[in-house]
């Protein structure tokens, strides 16, 4: 009786040992899987030396600019004369040297649907071998909450982050000092058209037909008269 009791107890014990082993077989596939889906969604596909960056030219909503680097410092090719603040260039700089992509795809032969076709948003950078590489961001696509984007070409179809759009979206100002961002926004509006000289220019313009008009109309009586 003792005996069979024992080999119960063995049973029982085997029982368990291969349960738990079998649950914990799951529990490490379900790991794995999260592990290679998080490769997957964070595939690096543009993966550059930052320190090998010697310019980016940036396009957005505000406007182009170029930031050159010469012999370790980083200026404004339109205006070299403003010293610009280290730390803000070298965080774009950082960010953008690493892009991500959460889903990749082959785009269709119609980019426009990607918003990709004339984007206002694109960031061209070369390196000091020369090399250059484009990053263009397109729509917003609400399935997933990211941005259609192109890395190089058009052959692949990456969906990047919102981040990517606030380093690529930053004015040239945002790379000044807040005393010299100031001034240089105030010398750029000074050169603007003044809305009221067009105004008044436009006015005196039309006075001016006004009163040739009425000039040509006297003349026309005066003549009818003779």
């Known amino acids: 009786m003792k005996k069979k009791k024992i080999q119960l107890i063995v049973a029982v014990v085997v029982l368990l040992v291969l349960v738990g082993g079998y649950f914990g077989l799951l529990k490490y596939n379900e790991v794995a899987s999260a592990k290679d889906a998080d490769k997957k969604e ?14 980016l030219a940036i396009t957005n909503n505000s406007g182009s600019y170029t930031l050159v680097k010469t012999n370790g410092v980083w200026t404004l090719e339109e205006d070299p004369s403003l010293t ?13 040297s690493s ?5 990749t795809f082959d785009p269709d032969s119609d980019i426009s649907q990607y918003g990709l076709d004339n984007s ?8 000091t071998d020369g090399t250059t590489h484009t990053i263009t961001v397109g729509d917003f696509s609400t399935i997933n909450s990211k941005y259609f984007c192109f890395i190089d070409g058009t052959t692949k179809c990456y ?17 000044m000092s807040d005393e010299d961002a100031m001034a240089y926004s105030a ?9 009221d000289a067009s ?16 000039d040509s109309e006297v003349s026309g009586e005066a003549d009818s008269s003779n």
């Open 42 to 55: 964070g595939e690096v596909v543009l993966d550059l030396n930052k320190d090998d960056i010697a310019k």
């Open 84 to 96: 610009l603040v280290p730390e803000s260039v070298d965080y774009v700089i950082s960010a953008l």
């Open 99 to 103: 892009v991500n992509s959460y889903y």
């Open 120 to 127: 206002d948003l694109s960031a061209v950078i070369t390196m």
């Open 159 to 175: 969906m990047v982050g919102a981040d990517i759009t606030g380093y690529m979206g930053y004015p040239k100002t945002n790379y």
């Open 187 to 195: 010398a750029e509006a000074s050169l603007e058209p003044s809305t």
């Open 199 to 214: 105004t008044d220019a436009s006015t005196e313009d039309s006075s001016v037909e006004e009163a040739v008009d009425m």
